[in-house]
């Protein structure tokens, strides 16, 4: 029977970076974590970036070991015990802890059950299914890439740099469109069809059939598609079972306080999982993005090992499409009031997302280097005017 003084469930990045954290402060304590992949932890955002431009696969491993953490892998918690300080584990393994810490992550979403051969599409998540996909690319010419989001546009970009021929799906009216401007989502849908992307808006996969090596998909709208193989991102569902079963307080995601506890003094959340409150934001968010798994997990670390931080950091989020990029922080979202400033149309400038005359969030598109002043900016009340926020942040 395992004991630790820390046991860390889950084994992505906020959980590497709370070991991390943990060593900052406790340089002995026993430290176990337990993670569903049979792999230790890695970095993320390469498996749809960087890994399609070159980068290899030996830059993306954490060296987690190394800080001393015994790791139990290809194994999912399935009971805790916060009384008993007790958690189990799908082959029956029982861990004790002092202090626990859940970052259980997220499960992709999938196409409506009935939809038909859903092991032929790839619900891009994890380092498996890169390789999944690799090898389908190097078998391949044309693949379906459905949504339009973070992981169908960086996927799509990717594939296609590689020489693919890929056919977006997705429901919105462009690429993007549930974080863009109109005109915005316009430009990136018309800039990924000059690559040589098609760009299917509006419409949604209802069957996926095989047809031999071939994969074929039926659009709502009456389309008939036929690729190599398909790649879905269609967001995540937070992995919440584990808290709710031990009674821990659960709203789409894992409900803390500001120092990332969930009602129990020996226990933490952290990463994709957790519903925190942002003073900034003046709200409880969740975030699945990479620079919030590695703040929250450190500072969650820091905390397990007995200090008292409060996690008050509003994280930023970034993309890489083709040869266009973006950092944004804050609350992304068309429906706002938005106020655009460009240096060049489209290609250099700075998008304000406003709600009552208060900056919510900030998009730096093509645009490096600002996003302190952009949290600055949402720190402050206003109300501001369209013209205050010309030139309120250079691009």
Not at 32 to 56: F, M, V
Request: aromatic share 8%; charged share 25%.
């Amino acid at each position: 029977m395992p004991h630790y003084r820390y046991l860390i469930v889950g084994g992505g990045m906020a959980g590497d970076t709370a070991a991390r954290g943990i060593r900052e402060v406790d340089p002995i304590g026993t430290i176990g974590l337990i993670s569903a992949e049979p792999y230790p932890p890695y970095n993320r955002p390469p498996l749809s970036k960087g890994l399609w431009k070159g980068q290899t696969l030996e830059d993306i491993w954490r060296d987690t070991r190394s800080l001393g953490v015994e790791l139990h892998l290809g194994r999912i918690a399935t009971s805790l015990d916060p009384g008993k300080r007790e958690v189990i584990d799908n082959q029956g393994t029982l861990y004790t802890f002092e202090k626990l810490l859940l970052a259980t992550g997220g499960t992709p979403r999938k196409l409506p059950s009935g939809t038909g051969a859903e092991d032929r599409v790839v619900y891009f998540r994890t380092y498996d299914d890169y390789q999944r996909v690799r090898t389908m690319a190097a078998a391949g010419e044309r693949f379906a890439v459905i949504g339009g989001g973070f992981i169908g546009s960086e996927m799509a970009a990717a594939l296609t740099m590689n020489g693919k021929r890929v056919v977006m799906i997705l429901m919105e009216e462009g690429v993007c469109g549930r974080l863009f401007p109109s005109g915005l989502a316009r430009f990136v849908t018309e800039y990924y069809q000059e690559r040589g992307v098609e760009v299917i808006t509006e419409d949604a996969v209802m069957t996926v059939e095989g047809c031999g090596e071939k994969t074929v998909l039926q659009t709502k709208a009456g389309r008939r598609i036929e690729v190599d193989g398909v790649v879905a991102g269609l967001g995540i569902r937070p992995n919440t079972d584990l808290a709710e079963q031990a009674g821990l307080p659960v709203d789409d995601g894992i409900a803390v306080d500001e120092y990332l506890q969930p009602g129990h003094p020996d226990i933490y959340a952290a990463g994709d999982v957790v519903k925190f409150y942002n003073p900034l934001l003046g709200k409880r968010i969740r975030v699945e993005h990479e620079d919030n798994a590695n703040t929250m997990g450190q500072v969650a670390g820091r905390n397990m090992a007995g200090e008292a931080t409060p996690y008050h950091h509003l994280p930023f989020f970034y993309s890489d499409l083709f040869d266009l990029g973006y950092e944004a922080v804050g609350e992304l979202d068309p429906q706002l009031e938005t106020v655009e400033d460009w240096k060049e149309p489209y290609r250099e400038g700075v998008v304000y997302y406003l709600e009552g005359g208060r900056v919510r969030g900030v998009l730096l598109w093509n645009v490096w280097g600002q996003l302190d002043r952009a949290r600055e900016l949402i720190a402050q009340p206003g109300p501001f005017t369209p013209a205050e926020l010309k030139g309120r942040i250079p691009a």
